[in-house]
């Protein structure tokens, strides 16, 4: 592959990094042709996988490399918008000295479309939450004598807090990854942490966790109260969703 992407291929890398470097394929506009998606495969700047029967595309560290340091690359002339913005944030990036993955924040995923077949399943998922949240509350009254509730007290430490996180994530995604996971469902099979405890892994992974990334729902009629008494809210700015990648 040549040195570097050419301007469409540069577009691409946009676009995903536009929604925070992950993305299936067919939500992309423009159209992403096959060539170009396996040049940036074959040149490490991207990585691509199936989702069901869609394909998901995903920046490498070295797309975001090199997007981090080529912000006045050449786009297609079509989108000299694009191109005037990207030298705009370049010079204030280089101003402040903050790094293009901390501009861009986590994925921004939105909430599966309302259709008969999504809410016979999210149905099935709140069930399976509600009858975990059950469970584990029976456990919690049944160890609350004194000797289990001291050992019970013991911190995790932020290995094991990520690790119980993850395992609440594939037991609510069926053990797939690159699956949105409702906060709600999160914090209902983590019923045995508390909400601080919890807070604080989901403050790890917003930090800096390249794995797992925390996002939003565009649409605030989408919310429910739960939903909003869920939210992960550092600075006042609610998050909804955690993502795990593959």
């Not at 006045?72 to 002339?77: E, I, K, S, V, W």
């Not at 390249?210 to 939003?216: F, G, K, N």
Request: aromatic content about 4%.
């Amino acid at each position: 592959m040549q040195d570097s992407p050419t301007p469409q291929q540069a577009l691409i890398l946009w676009c995903l990094l536009g929604r925070g470097g992950t993305a299936l394929e067919g939500t992309l506009v423009p159209k992403v042709k096959p060539a170009d998606r396996e040049t940036l495969v074959a040149g490490g700047y991207l990585e691509s996988g199936k989702q069901g029967r869609a394909l998901r595309l995903t920046v490498t560290d070295k797309g975001w490399n090199w997007a981090g340091t080529h912000l006045d690359a050449p786009l297609p002339p079509a989108f000299r918008v694009l191109q005037d913005w990207l030298g705009r944030i370049g010079a204030d990036l280089a101003a402040s000295g903050r790094p293009l993955a901390e501009f861009v924040g986590p994925v921004i995923e939105e909430p599966p479309p309302d259709t008969p077949q999504t809410r016979k399943k999210a149905a099935g998922s709140d069930r399976a939450a509600k009858g975990s949240k059950a469970a584990k509350t029976a456990t919690a009254k049944s160890a609350a004598s004194p000797k289990k509730a001291a050992g019970s007290k013991r911190p995790l430490s932020p290995k094991q807090l990520r690790a119980r996180i993850e395992a609440a994530y594939l037991a609510l995604t069926g053990g797939e990854r690159a699956k949105a996971v409702r906060l709600s469902a999160l914090r209902a099979e983590l019923t045995d942490l508390d909400r601080a405890t919890v807070d604080s892994g989901l403050a790890a992974i917003l930090s800096g966790d390249r794995t797992a990334r925390l996002s939003q729902f565009s649409d605030p009629r989408s919310l429910d109260g739960a939903e909003r008494d869920a939210a992960f809210s550092p600075a006042g700015e609610p998050f909804h969703v955690l993502w795990i990648q593959s």
